[in-house]
């Protein structure tokens, strides 16, 4: 198989370039630095914006990690999505997008976001629903064959890899301790094997650890 990682420079990415790599899977990643600082057997250096439907042909999927956290660059979740739908649209590479927690329901009728709680924090609204409106735009999107994975609440970037996850849906949802948390590293075991496998054609997943 075959899988191309945009925005890999990231830390996220990183864990998902070396899930993919140590399992065999061969993968080009595609970032801005002039350096390769990824496991990834091949290294493009170029902006979201600039790859075509030349650059991604062949690949069975395609990973997006980008992450933008200041208030200038938070409109960009909504339009790197857009290039990439507009690329891979009408082609049977899968997309699978790097999601926020923010957007997940808290209730069972869905009217009710994480972000809407009160311990929300403040500082993260920006970024919450900036991702949530990409989220809202990607449903919309019925020619390319993605899925988005949430996070859990608590997504922790040095955390172990207990090789453990739950794979949930739509809402946030606790593993036996009462946690909602995953590191990096299950997170990233958790995308790969949904690349894969695609069992979660047009549809938003989440994880936590167990």
């Known amino acids: 198989m075959k899988l191309a990682v945009v925005a890999a420079n990231g830390r996220v990415a990183n864990k998902v370039i070396s899930e993919a790599v140590n399992r065999g899977i061969e993968v080009t990643a595609f970032g ?3 350096e ?25 999927v395609v990973v997006d990690a980008f992450g933008a956290w200041t208030v ?14 507009e690329v891979l649209g009408g082609t049977d590479t899968r997309l699978i997008i790097v999601g926020g927690a923010g957007s997940l329901y808290v209730n069972p009728e869905h009217t009710v976001c994480v972000s809407d709680g009160p311990d929300f924090p403040e500082s993260y609204q920006p970024i919450a629903q900036a991702m949530a ?6 449903r919309q999107n019925k020619d ?3 899925t988005y994975i949430s996070p859990a609440g608590d997504f922790q970037a040095d955390g ?7 794979l949930a849906g739509e809402e946030l949802t606790l593993n036996e301790r009462g946690e909602s948390i995953i590191s990096y590293a299950d997170y990233a075991i958790a995308l790969v094997d949904e690349a894969t496998k695609g069992n979660h054609i047009q549809e938003r997943i989440s994880v936590v650890r167990k």
């Open 32 to 34: 801005r630095k002039d």
């Open 133 to 138: 409106k990409a989220l809202g735009e990607l």
């Open 160 to 166: 172990e890899r207990s090789g453990e996850y739950i």
């Open 144 to 146: 390319v064959k993605w």
């Open 72 to 85: 200038e660059t938070l409109p960009a979740h909504s339009t790197t999505q857009a290039h990439l739908l």
């Open 36 to 60: 390769n600082n990824t496991q990834a057997q091949t290294y493009v250096k170029k902006d979201i914006f600039e790859i075509t439907k030349e650059d991604l042909a062949g690949f069975d």
